[in-house]
């Protein structure tokens, strides 16, 4: 074994970790706007454009995010809008992360009794006041946990930016591997950096996701 | 979609490729999930760390990193694998994590009165939980089951970076050759949706019919 090999590429190891850092949270960010849009328009658009958004979340959900960069970033290239590759991964994990996140906000907002809506929508506010300001507030318990599920999640998938040549942490260490010929070290240390990465954050999902329940705030719980 | 036609042979291999390689992935990924459960269950402590150490390793890190130690990473210890090989063996070991979790929370759901009876009427330990036990998990976790083996169909095409000839890798080499970009990576989403779809419809039957015994 020959950890020197870790020492001498920190620099690069962690510059690709600092790349890694950004997508996610350009990416968290970006698909909480698509997720929170999707989630309302749905609640709120009439029955043909729910069934678009459906079928829109659906394919997004039934296809693999490997192939959503590619499409992201060859197809945009190919009809003569070509992206680098750091913007297009984030609008591919964007879009991705806001299918799922779309769900979690559908999924929390469902849980908050019907009556909440009526109420609000009885003394006259406007129905994207009652979900945003009412509904959604309540939604919170259930839906901060599996938000930070899907940063872990978000966190793991930056590594298949890797077919985009970005170089973030796995094609960081891939070329660091390319170039020292030691592969085993150095994707130990990737994995190490992402496991410190993720490690604290599922257990923040285990603590909120047990405050919240013990406070009862989520007793309406899916 | 003539570009999808003339190469259809090409197409199918892979998404022959691909179905074998989820399938076998998610029948390994349970039996070692099933495994690596009942071990965070045991009584020696040793045995329940070495799970937990497991699941959380493999839960927090990327399915490509995972790959890559398979296939890079392992022939420094002297364990090589083809491209294949490579890919069911990361994809089973990092369902196995996923599994153990599900099967976990199965685990937990079954009332602790089905273990005191079983005890009260003198049955074994092990005959309670083959026929008392994991019956009653797996009605509790059938659909998060099936929900983990179609992410699988949609993981495994993380197999293109080490070269496996599955449905995303024969896309890309179609693309290469002939620059129909958009339509081949259009189509390639769509048999994805229709193989998911087709996949959720089916194991919701299987699902509904394990659910009978249970009113």
Known sequence: ?222 | MDVVLDNLALFLHGLALTLVVSMSASLGGSAVGLVAALARMARAAPLRWLATGYVELIRNTPGLVQLFLVYLGLPRLGIRFSPLGALVTALTINNGAYIAEIVRGGLQAVPRGQLDAAASIGLSRRFTLREVVLPQTLHAIHPALANQFIQTVLASSVGTVVGVEELTQVALFVESRTYRTVEILAALTLVYVAVTFLLAVLLRRLGQRLDRGYR
């Open chain 1, 1 to 222: 074994m020959d950890w020197v090999i870790i020492r001498d590429n920190a620099a690069l190891l962690l510059g690709g970790t600092v790349t890694t850092i950004e997508l996610a949270l350009a990416a968290f960010l970006g698909g909480t706007a698509i997720g929170l849009a999707t989630a309302f328009a749905r609640l709120i658009a009439g029955r043909d454009a729910e069934l678009g958004l459906k079928a829109a979340v659906d394919v997004v959900r039934g296809s693999p995010l490997l192939v959503q960069l590619l499409l992201v970033y060859l197809g945009l290239s190919a009809i003569g809008l070509p992206l680098d590759p750091f913007p297009a991964a984030v609008v591919g994990l964007s879009i991705n992360a806001g299918a799922y996140l779309s769900e979690i906000f559908r999924g929390g907002m469902a849980a908050v009794p019907r009556g909440q809506t009526e109420a609000g929508l009885a003394i006259g506010l406007p129905r994207l006041y009652v979900l945003g300001s009412i509904v959604l507030p309540q939604a919170l318990p259930v839906v901060v946990p599996a938000m930070i599920g899907l940063f872990i999640g978000l966190l793991k998938d930056t590594s298949l930016a890797y077919v985009l040549g970005l170089l973030e942490l796995t094609r960081m260490g891939k070329n660091v591997m390319d170039r020292t010929l030691q592969p085993f070290e150095i994707l130990i240390a990737v994995a190490v950096i992402y496991f410190v990465l993720c490690f604290p954050l599922s257990q923040l999902v285990r603590v909120v996701d047990a405050r919240m329940r013990r406070s009862g705030l989520a007793q309406a719980r899916l």
